[in-house]
C-alpha cells in the first residue's frame, strides 16, 4: 500500500481537536465555562480568529453557548443541544436531497418502534397526563399546525420514555425535520379523525404495557402518516 498526502489542517480544526480532550481528560461537563477568547488563543498560541472560527463551528454544533462579558463572565459555556444540531443537519441533507423523505420515514418507523416498545409498562403516571393532555390538544386544535405541535409533543413523550436520550434528540430532529411536511399533508387530508384513532390506539397500548401492540399501532400509523415518501402527517 502506498503512501498517502498528510491532511494540513487548520488552526481552528486544532482548537476544536484540543477542546475536545480537555473535555474528555478534565471531565468538562454541561455549564463548564471555557477560558475567553484571548486568554484560549495564547494557551493554544494560535490567532484569535481561529479561536472565533472553532467557537462558531462548536455553538452551530450545539456544544456551546457563547456569552459576552469580561473576567470570570468571559468565555463560552458547554451546552448540550444536540436535537437542534442535528435537526438543522438533517433538514440541509433533505433540503439538498441527500438524504430523502423516504429515508427520513423508515428511519422514524425503526425508531418509534423501538421507543413505544420501551415505553409500554414503563409510563410514570406525569407521562401518561402529558399523553393524554397531547391527545387532549389535538382533538381540540384549530389548525394544522396547531394539530402537527400537539402531535410533535405526543410522540417526543413516547421517545423519552423510552429513557434513551440519544435516541430522543433524533426523534426531536427527526420531528424538526418534517415539521413543515406534516402541516402541509394535514391540510391536505383535511380531517384528522383517522390520525386521532391511531393515537389513541398508541396510548391506549402503552397504558395498558402491552408493547407488541404499541409497536403495531406505531408501524400502522406510520404507514397511514407516510403514504408515500414525500407526505408525513403524523
Same mark, same amino acid.
Not at 476544536?16 to 480532550?21: P, S, V, W
Not at 440541509?92 to 423523505?101: I, K, N, R
Not at 383517522?194 to 393515537?199: C, G, R
Not at 402503552?206 to 402491552?210: I, K, Q, R, T
Given at each position: 500500500?502506498?503512501?498517502?498526502?498528510?491532511r494540513?489542517?487548520?488552526?481552528?480544526?486544532?482548537?476544536?481537536?484540543?477542546?475536545?480532550?480537555?473535555i474528555? #481528560?478534565d471531565?468538562?461537563?454541561v455549564?463548564?465555562?471555557?477560558?475567553?477568547?484571548?486568554?484560549?488563543? %495564547?494557551? @493554544?498560541?494560535? =490567532?484569535?480568529? !481561529?479561536v /472565533?472560527?472553532?467557537?462558531?463551528?462548536?455553538?452551530?454544533?450545539?456544544?456551546?453557548? !457563547?456569552?459576552? *462579558?469580561?473576567?470570570?463572565?468571559? =468565555?463560552?459555556?458547554?451546552?448540550? $443541544?444536540?436535537a437542534?444540531a442535528?435537526?438543522?443537519?438533517? /433538514?440541509?441533507?433533505? *433540503?439538498?436531497?441527500? @438524504?430523502?423523505?423516504?429515508?427520513?420515514?423508515?428511519?422514524?418507523?425503526?425508531?418509534?418502534?423501538w421507543?413505544?416498545?420501551?415505553?409500554?409498562?414503563?409510563?410514570?403516571?406525569?407521562?401518561?397526563?402529558?399523553?393524554?393532555?397531547?391527545?387532549?390538544?389535538? %382533538?381540540?386544535?384549530?389548525?394544522?399546525? #396547531?394539530?402537527?405541535?400537539?402531535?410533535?409533543?405526543?410522540?417526543?413523550?413516547?421517545? %423519552?420514555?423510552? *429513557?434513551?436520550?440519544?435516541?430522543?434528540?433524533?426523534?426531536?430532529?427527526?420531528?424538526?425535520?418534517?415539521?413543515?411536511?406534516?402541516?402541509?399533508?394535514? %391540510? $391536505? @387530508?383535511?380531517v384528522?379523525?383517522?390520525?386521532?384513532?391511531?393515537? /389513541?390506539?398508541?396510548?391506549e397500548a402503552?397504558?395498558? =404495557?402491552?408493547s407488541? #401492540?404499541?409497536?403495531?399501532?406505531?408501524?400502522?400509523?406510520?404507514?397511514?402518516?407516510?403514504?408515500?415518501?414525500?407526505?408525513?402527517?403524523?
Open positions: 500500500m502506498g503512501w498517502e498526502p498528510v494540513r489542517t487548520r488552526a481552528f480544526e486544532d482548537v476544536i481537536a484540543q477542546i475536545e480532550r480537555r474528555a #481528560e471531565g468538562l461537563t455549564g463548564d465555562r471555557l477560558p475567553g477568547e484571548r486568554q484560549l488563543a %495564547e494557551q @493554544l498560541r494560535v =490567532g484569535r480568529s !481561529s /472565533r472560527e472553532a467557537m462558531r463551528v462548536l455553538e452551530t454544533l450545539g456544544v456551546v453557548a !457563547s456569552h459576552a *462579558g469580561r473576567g470570570p463572565d468571559a =468565555g463560552a459555556v458547554l451546552t448540550a $443541544r444536540p437542534g442535528l435537526a438543522d443537519l438533517l /433538514r440541509l441533507h433533505v *433540503g439538498l436531497s441527500s @438524504l430523502s423523505m423516504r429515508e427520513v420515514a423508515e428511519t422514524r418507523m425503526m425508531i418509534e418502534q421507543a413505544v416498545r420501551h415505553a409500554a409498562g414503563h409510563a410514570t403516571p406525569d407521562r401518561l397526563d402529558r399523553l393524554r393532555a397531547a391527545l387532549a390538544r389535538m %382533538e381540540r386544535a384549530g389548525s394544522a399546525d #396547531e394539530f402537527v405541535l400537539h402531535d410533535a409533543e405526543f410522540h417526543l413523550t413516547i421517545a %423519552e420514555l423510552s *429513557g434513551n436520550r440519544l435516541l430522543t434528540a433524533t426523534m426531536h430532529a427527526l420531528r424538526a425535520t418534517v415539521q413543515r411536511h406534516a402541516v402541509e399533508a394535514v %391540510e $391536505r @387530508l383535511g384528522t379523525d383517522p390520525l386521532m384513532a391511531d393515537h /389513541r390506539r398508541i396510548y402503552v397504558a395498558s =404495557g402491552d407488541e #401492540e404499541a409497536a403495531a399501532a406505531i408501524a400502522d400509523h406510520l404507514t397511514r402518516a407516510y403514504p408515500d415518501p414525500q407526505g408525513p402527517t403524523g
